[in-house]
Each structure stands twice: as structure tokens, then as C-alpha cells.
């Protein structure tokens, strides 16, 4: 009874999401690392394709298993030109010290508003690192 009752609540509650404009609806541009060397410094970006709302946060989460990620978790300190349109949110890494692709996964969070209503906007981005060894 119980199991029902908690399944019904999580299917609510996504419904609800759902209606609220909480799904993962955010338009984004992913830009791709060049290859580097392991060790070698690069960044990641991804240009968020809404005006998002001034007033409201932006949040960018990052996660990997194998790349170094200085900071993961980004927000409008991290946009190249705060006054853009669409902004664009850059972070640093270090590639690992093995040869071959790693994934550094993102969850990126705005807030865009219209005259009658303002809507969460989330969504998931993948970045390919690639590290190439020594020629």
C-alpha cells in the first residue's frame, strides 16, 4: 500500500514539473574542447541560446570521473560577457594524464520570463575531451 501510495506521489509530482515547464526544455550550444595533451589546461562552454532573466540565478553543474574540474559548479561570475543576449559560461580543466576520450557531463538551470510568467529551463550537456599522448 505503502509502495503505491509513494508511486503515485513521484508520478504527481512529475506531472506537476511537467506542467510548470520544469522538464528539460533548455536551448544550449555545446562548443567542443580542441584535442590537448595530458595535463594540459582547456575549457569547456556552453552558450545558452534564451535570454535568460537578470534577476533569476544560472546555474551550471559539472561531474567527471577522470577530468579535473577546478570549480563544477558555475554561475554568472563564470559568463564571458554578462551584458550578451546569450550568454556564453566557460570553465576551466585539466585533461587526465591518460590518452583517450573522457566525458565531462553538465545540468545547466536559467530562468527565462515573458509578460505573463517566468519558466525554469534545465538541461543536460555532454562534453568529449580529448587527450592525445606525446608525439
Known amino acids: 500500500m505503502l509502495a503505491s501510495v ?19 526544455d533548455a536551448r544550449v550550444q555545446v562548443n567542443a574542447p580542441p584535442p590537448l595533451l595530458p595535463g594540459a589546461e582547456g575549457e569547456l562552454s556552453v552558450t545558452i541560446l534564451d535570454t535568460p532573466w537578470p534577476q533569476m540565478p544560472l546555474l551550471v553543474r559539472l561531474s567527471s570521473a577522470r577530468v579535473v574540474l577546478p570549480d563544477n559548479r558555475l554561475g554568472i561570475r563564470d559568463v564571458v560577457d554578462p551584458q550578451a543576449q546569450q550568454p556564453r559560461v566557460r570553465a576551466r580543466f585539466f585533461a587526465p594524464a591518460e590518452p583517450g576520450r573522457h566525458v565531462v557531463e553538465g545540468l545547466v538551470e536559467y530562468v527565462t520570463c515573458d509578460e505573463d510568467r517566468c519558466r525554469p529551463r534545465r538541461t543536460r550537456v555532454v562534453w568529449q575531451v580529448e587527450v592525445r599522448g606525446p608525439e
Do not use: E, K
Request: charge should be positive; proline fraction near 0%.
Open 6 to 24: 509513494a508511486a503515485a506521489h513521484a508520478l504527481a509530482v512529475v506531472l506537476a514539473a511537467q506542467r510548470l515547464g520544469l522538464g528539460f
